[in-house]
């Protein structure tokens, strides 16, 4: 037998050693340790599910590939999480995902999308938050990260099921800000451009939600530089038409954003992963584009990104979208490329083969998914069985494992009289 037949047996024939143990020691002895890099020959060989492949996100171990996108819940009151966030979190860390995002989380209040998002800018939002996470916590081991976000010119919106549209001041709305006093829409009233003091101002709130969230005890901290909210506003040109040094060449455009990536990156210890969602592209002829991001991309990796989440779209109503499965996966699979950082490919990724592809093929190193999740909170269970893959699921449910998928739930065992 040679030793590759003798390889491929093991990995997938039963033995008394846990199957997931095998893999490692398999690993370590035939191919050093392995898996923070790209999908390994090794687990090529042995047929294993890249998706389902463990993966680290800078000091952060993720036991698979498989990313619960941020979603706002418009939800909290005052900043502040509420049980609904108990029932919607609690549900998703039971997921068997590699990794929960928590929503756009504000930085300050006005900063909130809608009057009802999230926020960590005080004792009692970090409180109400530290509640939900110690009961979620105390059931499920999936790693966590936060979205912490201001939302600019965006900011002081109804919530989408009162129609999304922006709330004027008088009316439990208030004023907005940006790099440059350029509304959203022609129709809204503009926002005020930010001075210096401000900029200092944001930057510190960044900082300290970022040491609120390492209190939490998150695992890492997403900053939201996508979807046309504040940072993605300095980033692009059709937003920030600012003459200083703010605002301008590319450089400039860059320079707040990275000032919060690295004011974030010193707020806490490098046990926490701390990465960024862009935008890649405006969609917009003189937007920002993917060269931009790449340059931004790279900018981050040197000052110590740990993954980048590649979105689009967001800052003008005139971006044309060209809307599809996997339409944002050329944009991972480029900014991957070009920086070398560790990528996570969102948009319209629904069907376990297709996302399984996206990492076996290194267009990505994750896959996020959002509504596909809402569909079917058990989406990582259901990929498992489908790919043959194995995933972590709560002891209180491991008498669900299907018949036929006996080795779903690893190597658990349950008993009856
Ligand atoms: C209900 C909902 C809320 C969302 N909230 C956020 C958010 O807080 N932050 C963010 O960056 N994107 C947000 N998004 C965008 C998603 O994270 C994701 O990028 C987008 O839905 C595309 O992925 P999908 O096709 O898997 O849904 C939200 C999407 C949905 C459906």
Same mark, same amino acid.
């Given at each position: 037998?040679?030793?590759?037949?003798?390889?491929?047996?093991?990995?997938?024939?039963?033995?008394?050693?846990?199957?997931?143990?095998?893999?490692?020691?398999?690993?370590?002895?035939?191919?050093?340790?392995?898996?923070?890099?790209?999908?390994?020959?090794?687990?090529?060989?042995?047929?294993?599910?890249?998706?389902?492949?463990?993966?680290?996100?800078?000091?952060?171990?993720?036991?698979?590939?498989?990313?619960?996108?941020?979603?706002?819940?418009?939800?909290?009151?005052?900043?502040?999480?509420?049980?609904?966030?108990?029932?919607?979190?609690?549900?998703?860390?039971?997921?068997?995902?590699?990794?929960?995002?928590?929503?756009?989380?504000?930085?300050?209040?006005?900063?909130?999308?809608?009057?009802?998002?999230?926020?960590?800018?005080?004792?009692?939002?970090?409180?109400?938050?530290?509640?939900?996470?110690?009961?979620?916590?105390?059931?499920? /081991?999936?790693?966590? !990260?936060?979205?912490? %976000?201001? #939302?600019?010119?965006?900011?002081? *919106?109804?919530?989408? $099921?009162?129609? +999304?549209?922006?709330?004027?001041?008088?009316?439990?709305?208030?004023?907005?800000?940006?790099?440059?006093?350029?509304?959203?829409?022609?129709?809204?009233?503009?926002?005020?451009?930010?001075?210096?003091?401000?900029?200092?101002?944001?930057?510190?709130?960044?900082?300290?939600?970022?040491?609120?969230?390492?209190?939490?005890?998150?695992?890492?901290?997403?900053?939201?530089?996508?979807?046309?909210?504040?940072?993605?506003?300095?980033?692009?040109?059709?937003?920030?038409?600012?003459?200083?040094?703010?605002?301008?060449?590319?450089?400039?455009?860059?320079?707040?954003?990275?000032?919060?990536?690295? /004011?974030?990156?010193? !707020?806490?210890?490098? %046990?926490? #992963?701390?990465?960024?969602?862009? *935008?890649?592209?405006? $969609?917009?002829? +003189?937007?920002?584009?993917?060269?931009?991001?790449?340059?931004?991309?790279?900018?981050?990796?040197?000052?110590?990104?740990?993954?980048?989440?590649?979105?689009?779209?967001?800052?003008?109503?005139?971006?044309?979208?060209?809307?599809?499965?996997?339409?944002?996966?050329?944009?991972?699979?480029?900014?991957?490329?070009?920086?070398?950082?560790?990528?996570?490919?969102?948009?319209?990724?629904?069907?376990?083969?297709?996302?399984?592809?996206?990492?076996?093929?290194?267009?990505?190193?994750?896959?996020?998914?959002?509504?596909?999740?809402?569909?079917?909170?058990?989406?990582?269970?259901?990929?498992? /069985?489908?790919?043959? !893959?194995?995933?972590?699921?709560?002891?209180?449910?491991?008498?669900?494992?299907?018949?036929?998928?006996?080795?779903?739930?690893?190597?658990?065992?349950?008993?009856?009289?």
């Amino acid at each position: 037998m040679t030793q590759a037949m003798w390889l491929n047996g093991v990995c997938k024939t039963g033995s008394s050693v846990p199957h997931s143990l095998r893999v490692k020691v398999l690993e370590r002895v035939f191919f050093g340790s392995r898996c923070s890099g790209g999908f390994t020959n090794f687990q090529r060989f042995c047929q294993m599910s890249a998706l389902f492949s463990p993966f680290s996100i800078g000091p952060v171990r993720l036991p698979n590939r498989i990313v619960i996108a941020p979603m706002c819940q418009y939800s909290a009151h005052e900043g502040e999480a509420t049980d609904w966030h108990l029932i919607h979190l609690g549900h998703l860390a039971l997921s068997g995902a590699g990794l929960l995002i928590i929503e756009a989380t504000a930085v300050e209040p006005e900063g909130r999308i809608s009057p009802a998002d999230l926020g960590l800018w005080s004792d009692a939002t970090e409180e109400a938050l530290h509640k939900v996470l110690a009961s979620v916590r105390r059931y499920a /081991a999936m790693p966590l !990260a936060i979205q912490l %976000a201001h #939302a600019g010119r965006k900011a002081s *919106s109804q919530a989408p $099921w009162d129609g +999304g549209q922006l709330i004027p001041k008088g009316q439990g709305g208030w004023q907005t800000v940006a790099p440059s006093a350029v509304p959203h829409n022609p129709k809204e009233p503009p926002p005020a451009a930010l001075d210096e003091v401000d900029l200092a101002r944001l930057t510190q709130a960044f900082a300290s939600a970022a040491q609120r969230a390492h209190r939490l005890g998150l695992d890492a901290i997403e900053i939201h530089m996508a979807h046309g909210y504040l940072l993605h506003e300095f980033l692009s040109p059709l937003s920030n038409q600012r003459q200083d040094d703010w605002g301008g060449a590319l450089e400039n455009r860059m320079r707040f954003p990275l000032k919060v990536f690295e /004011a974030v990156r010193d !707020a806490v210890p490098r %046990a926490m #992963a701390v990465g960024v969602r862009i *935008s890649a592209t405006d $969609w917009v002829e +003189g937007g920002w584009d993917l060269e931009q991001s790449v340059a931004l991309g790279q900018a981050l990796a040197q000052r110590g990104c740990d993954f980048i989440h590649v979105s689009s779209g967001g800052v003008s109503p005139l971006q044309k979208i060209p809307l599809g499965p996997n339409y944002q996966v050329p944009l991972a699979e480029r900014i991957r490329a070009a920086t070398g950082l560790p990528t996570i490919a969102v948009g319209l990724i629904t069907e376990p083969a297709q996302a399984e592809a996206i990492v076996q093929q290194g267009q990505a190193d994750m896959v996020a998914l959002a509504r596909g999740m809402l569909f079917d909170p058990r989406w990582p269970w259901h990929a498992a /069985a489908e790919l043959g !893959a194995q995933v972590e699921v709560p002891r209180q449910y491991w008498r669900s494992q299907p018949r036929g998928h006996t080795h779903l739930f690893g190597d658990v065992k349950i008993g009856q009289r």
